[in-house]
Antibody, heavy 121, light 107 residues
């Protein structure tokens, strides 16, 4: 069974930092790019970051560029999102999602349950 | 950035009826268009990928069509569990984007 389990969310003050983790199991993690998406309360979906299967390339939405850093540890089947200089508008549920695979697997089919990040004083 | 516009914003139908949801892109996304269903309190679920391919385990009443800039999700006969929010999504160009969603509600 495929599982993506996010952790690290919580309440943080504006300007603060937080690191999210996503632990993957049940599929060949090292073959897949990985992405982070978010959804503000009552709003739509937004991809904020993506990383290739080997960590060689990373991508960011303009809304988080320069503040968020995505990384991965393939020995631990884990992807991370380091968030800094957090703003109220970063408040959202953050989802870990699979990307494209070197083996041609379907991207965007596996989603974690999400972790809530609340930026507030 | 490619913007996806979904219509209608809200669709009110009864179980057993046919639902047609539209998604229009501001530039061609080829066939790199997916459809998701999201129920309250749940993560999105992939229904259709690459415009017309059903994801594993998705019932045959769901179908997708289109290419370039105009896409359609059709639900042939609505079941009670189909009333949810639907998003289209493009992975043609980064930043990958989603439409604003169509809420399918019970009439």
């Amino acid at each position: 069974e495929v599982q993506l389990v996010e952790s690290g969310g919580g309440l943080v003050q504006p300007g603060g930092s937080l690191r999210l983790s996503c632990s993957a199991s049940g599929f060949s993690f090292t073959d897949y790019g990985m992405r982070w998406a978010r959804q503000a309360p009552g709003k739509g979906l937004e991809y904020v970051s993506s990383i290739t299967y080997n960590g060689g390339s990373t991508f960011y939405a303009d809304s988080v560029k320069g503040r968020f850093i995505v990384s991965r540890d393939n020995s631990k089947n884990t992807v991370y999102l380091q968030m800094s200089s957090l703003r109220a508008e970063d408040t959202a549920v953050y989802y870990c999602v699979n990307g494209g695979a070197t083996s041609g697997g379907v991207s965007g089919i596996y989603w974690g349950q999400g972790t809530l990040v609340t930026v507030s004083s | 950035e490619i913007v996806l516009a979904q219509s209608p914003v809200t669709l009110s139908l009864s179980p057993g009826e046919r639902a047609t949801l539209s998604c229009r892109a501001t530039q061609s996304v080829s066939n790199y268009l997916a459809w998701y269903q999201q129920r309250p309190g749940q993560a999105p679920r992939l229904l259709i990928y690459d415009a017309s391919n059903r994801a594993t385990g998705i019932p045959a009443r769901f179908s997708g069509s289109g290419s370039g800039t105009d896409f359609t999700l059709t639900i042939s006969s609505l079941e009670p569990e189909d009333f949810a929010v639907y998003y289209c999504h493009q992975r043609s160009n980064w930043p990958y984007t989603f439409g604003q969603g169509t809420k399918l509600e019970i009439k």
